[in-house]
Structure formats: structure tokens, C-alpha cells
T-cell receptor
Framework: DSGVTQTPKHLITATGQRVTLRCSPRSGDLSVYWYQQSLDQGLQFLIQYYNGEERAKGNILERFSAQQFPDLHSELNLSSLELGDSALYFC?????????????FGPGTRLTVL | AQSVTQPDIHITVSEGASLELRCNYSYGATPYLFWYVQSPGQGLQLLLKYFSGDTLVQGIKGFEAEFKRSQSSFNLRKPSVHWSDAAEYFCAVANNNDMRFGAGTRLTVKP
């Protein structure tokens, strides 16, 4: 158990809908990262927050957005969902925003778009 | 742009045999290098990491990796594989908070 929690574990929805994925980092970790893992794209970095502020952006679509709240939990919002958004979404956390810090991964949220 | 290549999509080894998983990266300077393991249905777990110093890095679960600057490689090794090592292994490169993962190598362990 990494100490990172993600809810829900599974999510099934329809095209065009909007969903919110939630992540609680390990106690004491200030950085939260979001990743998307799919068969065709592999594991891709989406976005990073540090202590409530956006720190780095990867291959995140404009239809996707995220935020980190004062209690340090984070939410990833996916809107206008398409079939291709079906994937496993991971959240990870680390102590600071330093790239060399170990990232601790949550168990993931599996999103299925029908 | 930095990138990571794992040439082997799938490797099968016998239990007790040695293992080497290959990783090559492309980047102007030496980035931070990582190996993560993902067991079925689980998130990723860090095995080891490297930035500077001794080019042979020891990790958890008996794994080690060697950084070779001249070959832009960071290969993962284990002298004797256990059945519980069956998993997906990812090499990753990070710099300025931009983490890039390789496509992964799936390891199957034969009894």
C-alpha cells in the first residue's frame, strides 16, 4: 500500500459526459501527479500540482483539467468524453516538486467510456 | 525532447535465471533515470533511481541498474529471477518535472 488513495476504482460512463477522479496523496506529500495509461499510448504524464499550484503540464487535453485543494487532495476532471479516453488514470504523490523525488502511485481509476 | 526506449516488449525467463531489461534514453544532458515495476492490477512502485555518482545503482527486491553515458543506457538487471518478479517494468526519464516513461517490458517467469 503506497498510501495514495484514488476514488472511484472503476467508472463507466457514456460519450459526451463529464467525470471527476479524486486522489488523496500520502500524508506529508505536497506534490500530486496525474498519469493516463492506455494500450495504445502507454503511460503518459498529464499534469503536476505542488502545494495547490500547477507546476508542470504534459500531454493533457484541453477537455481535461485538474486542481489541488488546500487539504492537498486533487481532482482530475474529464469532460466531453470520447471512446479514446478509456484508460487507467493514476495519481502519484511526492514530498516536494523536485524531479528526483520518488513518486508513490495510487491503485488507479479505470475509466470506461461507452 | 527527451524520450525513453525500451526495445523489448515482452521477455520470458526461467525462474532462477538472470535478467537484463534494456532502456535507452535521448536527452541532451543526463536526466534523472528511474525504473518502476507494475504488478497486475496495481500502481507503479519505484525499484531504483539514478542521477549522479556511482553508475551501478542498487534497488529493492535484488535489482540493480547500470548507467552508461556513452550508450545512453540504463539497463536493469537481476542475477536470479523469482516467480514473483513477473510484472511490467518501466524505465523513466525526468527533468524539470517532466516525466517520460518507456513503453514497458512485460516479464514472464517460467517455472
Amino acid at each position: 500500500d503506497s498510501g495514495v488513495t484514488q476514488t472511484p476504482k472503476h467508472l463507466i460512463t457514456a460519450t459526451g459526459q463529464r467525470v471527476t477522479l479524486r486522489c488523496s496523496p500520502r500524508s506529508g506529500d505536497l506534490s500530486v501527479y496525474w498519469y493516463q495509461q492506455s494500450l495504445d499510448q502507454g503511460l503518459q504524464f498529464l499534469i503536476q500540482y505542488y502545494n495547490g499550484e500547477e507546476r508542470a503540464k504534459g500531454n493533457i487535453l484541453e477537455r481535461f483539467s485538474a486542481q489541488q485543494f488546500p487539504d492537498l487532495h486533487s481532482e482530475l476532471n474529464l469532460s466531453s468524453l470520447e471512446l479514446g479516453d478509456s484508460a487507467l488514470y493514476f495519481c502519484a504523490s511526492s514530498v516536494t516538486d523536485f524531479s528526483y523525488n520518488e513518486q508513490f502511485f495510487g491503485p488507479g481509476t479505470r475509466l470506461t467510456v461507452l | 525532447a527527451q524520450s525513453v526506449t525500451q526495445p523489448d516488449i515482452h521477455i520470458t525467463v526461467s525462474e532462477g535465471a538472470s535478467l537484463e531489461l534494456r532502456c535507452n534514453y535521448s536527452y541532451g544532458a543526463t536526466p534523472y533515470l528511474f525504473w518502476y515495476v507494475q504488478s497486475p492490477g496495481q500502481g507503479l512502485q519505484l525499484l531504483l533511481k539514478y542521477f549522479s555518482g556511482d553508475t551501478l545503482v542498487q534497488g529493492i527486491k535484488g535489482f540493480e541498474a547500470e548507467f552508461k553515458r556513452s550508450q545512453s543506457s540504463f539497463n536493469l538487471r537481476k542475477p536470479s529471477v523469482h516467480w514473483s518478479d513477473a510484472a511490467e517494468y518501466f524505465c523513466a526519464v525526468a527533468n524539470n518535472n517532466d516525466m517520460r516513461f518507456g513503453a514497458g517490458t512485460r516479464l514472464t517467469v517460467k517455472p
